[in-house]
Antibody, heavy 122, light 107 residues
């Protein structure tokens, strides 16, 4: 079955760190760029970061640049998001998603996980 | 950053009616525009990419159109399962950006 499954969310204090994981199955993971998108409760979608299929190219939204790092392990079919210096405004449901086609890094996303919740609060 | 603006914020319609959702980009994105549908408690579902290319399995009552800065998602005859949130997303350049969303609700 083609699917993505996020994990690693939780409650963390401001200034803390957290690492999210996204396990992929049912497709050739290394062929596809991947992305993280977040959604605060009751709000819209915010693109966070993306990474090429090889992992050599990464892209970040302005609000997370310098304190989040996206990476991937193609041997383990897993995508990561290392989050540091967390702020209250980083609280959201974090989705990982797969680019619809291989090749380019940018694009639309045809497969999404169910998300993992991150709450930053003291 | 390209700003995506969706209108209206809320669309109140009855089943069987036609829904027209708008998405405007602050600068041209060509045809690099996707539409997503999101229902409560679920992740987004891709509806269209390339502004008008239908995703796998999408019913024919949905259509996407536009290019440049103006885009439209049309649902020709609303079914009960179509009442949901809809987002547009540009992928012309980085950072990728989403519109604020349009909620299609039952009147």
């Amino acid at each position: 079955e083609v699917q993505l499954e996020e994990s690693g969310g939780g409650l963390v204090q401001p200034g803390g760190s957290l690492r999210l994981s996204c396990g992929a199955s049912g497709f050739t993971f290394s062929n596809y760029a991947m992305t993280w998108v977040r959604q605060a409760p009751g709000k819209g979608l915010e693109w966070v970061a993306a990474i090429s299929g090889s992992g050599y190219r990464t892209y970040y939204g302005d609000s997370v640049k310098g304190h989040f790092i996206i990476s991937r392990d193609n041997r383990r079919n897993t995508l990561y998001l290392q989050m540091t210096s967390l702020r209250v405004e980083d609280s959201a449901l974090y989705y990982c998603a797969k680019r619809i086609y291989g090749g380019d890094d940018s694009g639309s996303f045809d497969l999404w996980g169910q998300g993992t919740m991150v709450t930053v609060s003291s | 950053e390209i700003v995506m603006t969706q209108s209206p914020v809320t669309l109140s319609l009855s089943p069987g009616e036609r829904a027209t959702l708008s998405c405007r980009a602050s600068q041209s994105v060509g045809y690099n525009l996707a539409w997503y549908q999101q229902k409560p408690g679920q992740p987004p579902r891709l509806l269209f990419f390339g502004a008008s290319t239908r995703a796998t399995g999408l019913p024919a009552r949905f259509s996407g159109s536009g290019s440049g800065t103006e885009f439209t998602l049309t649902i020709s005859s609303l079914q009960s399962e179509d009442f949901a949130l809809y987002f547009c997303q540009q992928y012309y350049n980085w950072p990728l950006t989403f519109g604020g969303g349009t909620k299609v609700e039952i009147k």
